[in-house]
């Protein structure tokens, strides 16, 4: 969770072009211990910018310049170069004026005050605060003794996924009440990568700031929802042809008159491999009821070795199908812009679900072919 967390943080693109500007960071932690390791890391156009600094007396400072506004984050004592996960940080917007982390504790718990982009971002943190004081368990810091439990998982899983999708409707209505600020786009940039959430994020997305809009970041989320519309549910399901893991050709169309789950996936997606346990259970308690599964990888050529492996890993007994590109075709034709993404085709070749994973998959299952 916290890798993707990661890659999603450092990778976003910046605001605009400006001149070069400075900035000052501050932090003070009650909690914090002489010598603790803070890590700063943002981006500029290509180039990643990492800075590290000591803690002193319970406080530690940055100065540094820049010439576009970013978001970056900042961890404690866990160099983000070499670290797995990142168990102590913040979210940071780079920006001009002095940036003060006041916490009484952790990095995790700071709060973040003194710029505009700051301020911003310490409303939406404020709001967010309720389900973070939940305190769900991850579900990646399960003990080996906790993950022979799969009730258990399961059950954690559950939990961790619907905290995450309770986030959205606070996080859409602070869009909504700034649509001039850069933290609602980036805001909005996080959850399109939620493909079912599209239609909701276009009705935030068009309140936004004409120069939001004109960004990067506001171009892809345009260009993200336009492709989300090539598929609905109710619409007639669009056939294609892929090639199976031998190299034969296999036809969506070959599955009319049974109920397909029509899987989105790759073997280097930690979310899509995480969700495959769960396509497995409903595959084997349905799979005597007129469903099946078909898997369609965006892996590409020179990762196939990595595909086979994965398939057998999980243990994905249906047919898996690719054409190895590296942009997909089958991906393209529905509109695919994030994984795990899926379609839900009845006996009749129409699209009756889009997107359902975790307990939602099961219970639209149910619906259809659970006893009556």
């Excluded at 602070?174 to 079912?196: E, G, M, W």
């Excluded at 700031?209 to 993200?224: F, H, N, R, V």
């Amino acid at each position: 969770m916290m890798k993707r967390f990661l890659l999603i943080t450092i990778c976003l693109l910046p605001l605009s072009l400006l001149a070069q500007s400075s900035f000052t960071i501050k932090g003070f932690g009650k909690a914090y211990k002489n010598g603790d390791k803070i890590f700063l890391t943002y981006r500029q156009g290509d180039q990643l910018i990492e800075d590290s600094t000591l803690v002193n007396k319970g406080s530690f400072e940055f100065r540094g310049n820049f010439k576009t506004k970013v978001r970056g984050y900042i961890c404690r004592n866990d160099n983000p170069r070499f670290a797995s996960e990142l168990f102590d940080s913040f979210d940071i917007y780079i920006e001009a004026g002095q940036i003060t982390l006041n916490s009484p504790d952790t990095l995790n718990n700071s709060i973040i005050s003194g710029t505009p982009l700051n301020n911003d971002y310490a409303k939406l943190h404020a709001a967010l605060k309720s389900l973070k004081e939940k305190k769900i368990k991850d579900p990646g810091k399960l003990s080996a003794e906790e993950l022979k439990d799969t009730a258990l998982v399961n059950l954690i899983k559950a939990k961790a996924q619907t905290a995450y999708y309770e986030t959205f409707p606070i996080q859409f209505s602070f869009v909504d009440k700034h649509p001039n600020s850069y933290v609602s786009l980036l805001t909005l940039s996080q959850i399109a990568r939620t493909s079912k959430y599209l239609p909701r994020v276009a009705k935030s997305f068009a309140k936004l700031s004409i120069e939001l809009k004109e960004m990067p970041e506001g171009k892809k989320i345009a260009k993200d929802i336009l492709e989300g519309k090539k598929i609905s549910i109710g619409m007639m399901a669009k056939d294609f042809i892929q090639n199976d893991i031998n190299g034969n050709p296999v036809r969506l169309s070959t599955y009319q008159n049974k109920y397909v789950l029509v899987d989105f996936w790759a073997s280097w997606c930690q979310p899509c491999r995480e969700e495959n346990p769960n396509v497995l259970a409903v595959y084997h308690q349905y799979k005597e009821k007129n469903f099946t599964v078909l898997s369609v990888s965006i892996d590409v050529l020179a990762n196939k070795a990595n595909w086979l492996n994965a398939i057998k890993e999980d243990q994905l007994p249906w047919m898996q199908v690719s054409d190895l590109k590296k942009e997909n075709e089958a991906a393209k034709l529905y509109g695919v812009t994030s994984i795990p993404s899926n379609v839900l085709i009845d006996p009749s070749g129409r699209i009756i679900a889009k997107d359902i994973k975790g307990k939602e998959l099961r219970d639209k299952m149910a619906e259809l072919l659970g006893a009556k």
